[in-house]
Nanobody, 127 residues
Framework: QVQLVESGGGLAQPGGSLRLSCAASGFTFSSYAMSWARQVPGKGLEWVSG????????YYADSVKGRFTISRDNAKNTLYLQMNNLKPEDTALYFC????????????????????WGQGTQVTVSS
């Protein structure tokens, strides 16, 4: 069965860095686009970043552009999110999500365009 397991969250100071990982199994990882999203209790889901199945195209929310980098290692079935220059407003529960397909010409940002999600990893940015 499909599994997505996030790790790497934790407490970081403002200006610090964290790297999130999402270990995928149960499907052909290299055939599907992936995204990271985050949620703060009481607020809506925010799409953070997306990446094509082959890693050739990446997308970022304006709020993280220039600070976060999404990548993937298809040989290791793993998705990453390198987060630098963290800000308190980055505090959230971060999820990785598997897209329905390779994500042709745009970044999927609707829930129905994803069929599997991880359980989330908490990122807290505070001094």
């Amino acid at each position: 069965q499909v599994q997505l397991v996030e790790s790497g969250g934790g407490l970081a100071q403002p200006g610090g860095s964290l790297r999130l990982s999402c270990a995928a199994s149960g499907f052909t990882f290299s055939s599907y686009a992936m995204s990271w999203a985050r949620q703060v209790p009481g607020k809506g889901l925010e799409w953070v970043s997306g990446i094509y199945s082959d890693g050739s195209v990446t997308y970022y929310a304006d709020s993280v552009k220039g600070r976060f980098t999404i990548s993937r290692d298809n040989a290791k079935n793993t998705l990453y999110l390198q987060m630098n220059n963290l800000k308190p407003e980055d505090t959230a529960l971060y999820f990785c999500a598997k897209a329905l397909d390779s994500m042709g010409s745009r970044w999927y940002q609707a829930l129905y365009e994803y069929d599997f999600w991880g359980q989330g990893t908490q990122v807290t940015v505070s001094s």
